[in-house]
């Protein structure tokens, strides 16, 4: 069946309605209908415009003859997304009520029985422990211990001629007590043989002076060994030094 292009620019209708009825695009000037791969118009000769390939042409097609009216290509991600989501859905009840009556199963035709209730022990009345009375009255005091005597000082040999280290020269001004307490204090610190010499009744030393000694030594070098110790002592200023009557 052919159809004569239209006349004083009247559509061809009827050749329109059955061309679209048969899904055959037409020319958009002369309305005459031609094949979706035609380039030209065999009645016309306009250049036809190419249609788009590919499945979403297609349904955008099929979806005008059927409705008259295209909503656009952004229907078809749309219904392809809530087709997901149904399927998902629906998977998802499925699986819920499958374990559902799984684990209502298992509960029913579990072999172990429910554990016994906890019962309580009662509390026994917390017994109290006798009290012991303390004695009253006075308590003997404990006898005062007396501290042992410490051990007397180095007394120079009488008439006898040595070496020894001085540790230091008190002026006798200050006193007998306070060269005492220097001599106790050089026995805490571990000096052997500490002793006071009055530097009066000696000819080799000046008077006037306790000479605080360490040690009676027969030779120089036994003194000048001592010396070195006591200066390790704390007492730098150690000398080796003989004394004479």
Not at 48 to 67: F, K
Not at 137 to 143: A, L
Not at 231 to 236: D, E, I, L, V
Request: proline share 13%; net charge positive; aromatic share 8%.
């Amino acid at each position: 069946m052919t159809v004569s292009p239209p006349r004083n620019g009247e559509p061809a209708v009827e050749g329109q309605q059955s061309a679209e009825a048969m899904g055959r695009p037409l020319c958009p000037r002369c309305g005459t209908p031609h094949e979706p791969n035609q380039e030209y118009c065999l009645e016309c000769g306009l250049r036809l415009p190419v249609e788009a390939s590919g499945l979403v042409p297609r349904l955008g097609r099929a979806w005008r003859r059927q409705l008259g009216w295209y909503p656009g290509d952004w229907v078809w991600p749309s219904l392809l997304a809530l087709l997901i989501a149904a399927l998902a859905g629906i998977g998802a009840a499925a699986f819920v009520s499958h374990d559902q009556k799984r684990a209502g199963y298992v509960t029913g035709t579990s072999p172990f029985e429910p554990p016994p209730p906890a019962t309580t022990v009662p509390l026994l009345p917390a017994t109290v422990a006798p009290t012991v009375p303390t004695q009253t009255g006075t308590q003997p005091t404990p006898p005062k211990q007396t501290p042992a005597p410490s051990p007397a000082l180095k007394v120079w040999p009488a008439g006898k001629s040595g070496w020894t280290v001085v540790l230091g020269s008190l002026p006798t001004a200050n006193g007998r007590p306070f060269a005492l307490a220097q001599a106790r204090a050089a026995e805490h610190s571990g000096l052997q043989a500490v002793g006071i010499i009055d530097s009066s009744q000696y000819a080799s030393l000046h008077p006037g002076y306790y000479v605080l000694f360490s040690g009676v030594y027969t030779s120089f070098d036994d003194a000048n060994t001592a010396a070195t110790t006591a200066q390790s002592r704390g007492y730098r200023r150690a000398y080796p030094r003989r004394i004479t009557p």
